[in-house]
């Protein structure tokens, strides 16, 4: 699992950056969530799972905080504390020529499948 001042400092830097993450209509909405969510963790509420679902619930911003949690550089944003092991990771298509990739942000989400071959996908 994620440590929380990994996930709050990821959701400021996706909050920072949403409206060039997400197109206008879904930034809008992600923002005012985000700004909610942050405002309450200020107020020294638990929301690490509540910050996870919403960064989770559009492909842009999930992508973004997938890349921030394992370390990843994304555009201008230098890359937060490490992973920590066995949380998450890539998957790819064991099928012969398949391109298709897949993620988890932890352990708690299925792991994918590809969609042109309905197989497992392993582990990078
Ligand atoms: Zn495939």
Do not use: N
């Not at 550089?73 to 066995?86: D, E, F, I, N």
């Not at 398949?98 to 042109?116: A, T, V």
């Amino acid at each position: 699992m994620w440590s929380p001042e990994l996930v709050l400092a990821t959701a400021r830097a996706i909050q920072a950056d949403v409206s060039r993450l997400l197109p206008a209509g879904e930034a809008r909405d992600a923002e005012r969530e985000l700004t909610a969510l942050l405002a309450r963790a200020d107020a020294g509420e638990e929301v690490v799972d509540e910050l996870l679902a919403c960064l989770r619930a559009r492909a842009g911003t999930r992508d973004a905080t997938f890349s921030l949690l394992r370390g990843e550089r994304v555009g201008s944003y230098r890359p937060l504390l490490g992973a920590p092991l066995g949380a998450g990771g890539r998957y790819a298509c064991p099928v012969s020529g398949c391109e298709e990739k897949g993620d988890r942000l932890d352990d708690s989400e299925p792991e994918p499948r590809c969609p042109d071959h309905s197989v497992r996908m392993q582990r990078l």
